[in-house]
């Protein structure tokens, strides 16, 4: 069992960066960022597949201004946001696979093993 802890959120304004962090308390293969915003479905942000190179996906709305990076010796995810936007604004959740997760399906909720509680970020105009 895996235990995964999100931090950085908070409150910045439109235009603003931010970095979360995601603490793990063992080794994963995938890890991922999802966000959920009031009344809307759980949306995929960017995922790092360690067991294929490193390679990262994003959402096409995140696309050159978020950055998801691992380090797998300390156990950590972060999430680089850049020029955010009042449509950022949500619960960012740290989501990990023991298994490798094909790239296919590195969208989708339901290939993570492991989920951490969430953490705020707010975007003022």
């Known amino acids: 069992q895996v235990q995964l802890a999100e931090s950085g959120g908070g409150l910045v304004q439109a235009g603003d960066s931010l970095r979360l962090s995601c603490a793990a308390s063992?080794?994963?293969?995938?890890v991922a960022w999802f966000r959920q915003a009031p009344g809307k479905e759980r949306e995929f942000v960017a995922a790092?597949?360690?067991?294929?190179?490193?390679?990262?996906y994003y959402a096409d709305s995140v696309k050159g201004r978020f950055t998801i990076s691992n380090d797998n010796i300390r156990n950590m995810a972060y999430l680089q946001m850049t020029s955010l936007k009042p449509e950022d604004t949500a619960v960012y959740l740290c989501?990990?696979?023991?298994?490798?997760?094909?790239?296919?399906?590195?969208?989708?909720?339901?290939?993570?093993?492991?989920w951490g509680q969430g953490t705020q970020v707010t975007v003022s105009s």
């Open positions: 790092a597949l360690s067991w294929s190179f490193g390679s990262t």
């Open positions: 989501a990990a696979a023991s298994g490798p997760v094909p790239s296919t399906l590195a969208m989708s909720p339901r290939r993570y093993d492991y």
């Open positions: 063992g080794r994963t293969s995938t």
